[in-house]
């Protein structure tokens, strides 16, 4: 299944004309239905993705859905959302794509998933919209789009006041739609599953037969944060929330498992576990070792008598 890590990588694929901003693009359903591919194979994006869809045939595909309403549809996709789509090239309406970059440049998304907590479930939801509807949310797209083709310096600025009226927008049908306690078990749920891809990330990262890239802080969480397309303040708090622990412990925690488990299970040197546990140096091994246990690495050795 591919995996489209770029706005640019996914353009090329779906053959939808290339954005001129790496971050963010605006693009109106009809422009891209002279070239797009009308039938995509199941595939993931790491980036968000808010849509108009006013009409056109065809089925869009989730892992929630199979197919829009009747009438115009406003709908959200996220990161690591099994899409797919049989269209017909006949799609009216508009869509933002943005990538995490992006949210991150902008202090008005400050706290972005604590704010809008529905866009980190992994089930797109399409909503059904009025008439009147529908031309409000015209309008904001109409008017991102005319400050994205202008040559304002400060257009960024105008952009994101606008993306994030229309996330209010979107929050306020999730929030009509769905009932307070069936929407915090949604975003619970999510939770728990990005903190499975979590510890799922540091048990594949730190196997023993795995390709080692010293390049990569493995010790870090905004390591893992990055693949999984959070901020790593957000990272910590699902950790914290559900074990107690933060998401650094949590690694120091996995990092000691595996250290003595090689020290008493293998004829391994402290050296070679020092690397293996991709520790820049033996010392820095045993001066992390001897604080989390009070024993260098060769007394804890010698102290189980292996």
């Known amino acids: 299944m591919k995996n489209f890590k770029t706005i640019k990588e996914y353009s090329e694929v779906t053959r939808i004309p290339p954005a001129r901003y790496e971050h963010f693009v605006v693009r109106s359903f009809q422009e891209n239905m002279p070239t797009v591919v009308h039938k995509m194979p199941p595939f993931r994006h790491a980036f968000y993705a808010i849509a108009l869809k006013m ?42 794509l943005m990538t995490r970059d992006f949210i991150a440049q902008s202090h008005i998304f400050k706290n972005f998933l604590e704010v ?19 031309k409000t949310l015209l309008n904001i797209y109409q008017k991102i789009n005319e400050e994205y083709l202008s040559d304002n310096p400060d257009k960024f600025d105008f952009i994101s006041t606008y993306v994030l009226l229309l996330l209010n927008h979107i929050k306020r049908y999730f929030n009509k739609e769905t009932s307070e306690e069936k929407a915090n078990q949604i975003i619970k749920t999510a939770d728990l599953k990005l903190l499975s891809r979590y510890q799922e990330l540091i048990e594949f990262h730190f196997r023993e037969n795995n390709d080692w890239d010293y ?30 622990i933060t998401a650094l412990q949590y690694i120091h925690k996995h990092l000691l498992h595996l250290a003595k488990s090689y020290l008493t299970q293998t004829k391994l040197s402290v050296k070679e576990v020092a690397y293996l546990l991709q520790f820049d140096s033996p010392n820095n091994f045993n001066n992390f070792f001897k604080k989390h246990t009070q024993y260098t690495p060769g007394k804890y050795r010698k102290s189980t008598h292996i």
């Open 55 to 96: 009409n056109g045939d065809g089925k869009a595909l989730s892992s929630h859905y199979s197919d829009f309403p009747d009438g115009s549809v406003v709908f959200f996709n996220s990161p690591f959302q099994i899409l797919s789509w049989d269209i017909a090239p006949n799609w009216e309406g508009y869509y933002v």
């Open 116 to 134: 809008f907590p529905f866009l980190k479930i992994d089930k797109a939801i399409p909503f059904q919209v009025s008439e009147e509807e529908t």
């Open 215 to 244: 390049s990569k802080n493995l010790h870090s969480p905004s390591f893992y944060a990055d693949i999984l397309n959070i901020h790593p303040n957000y990272l910590n708090s699902i950790v914290k929330n559900n074990l107690g």
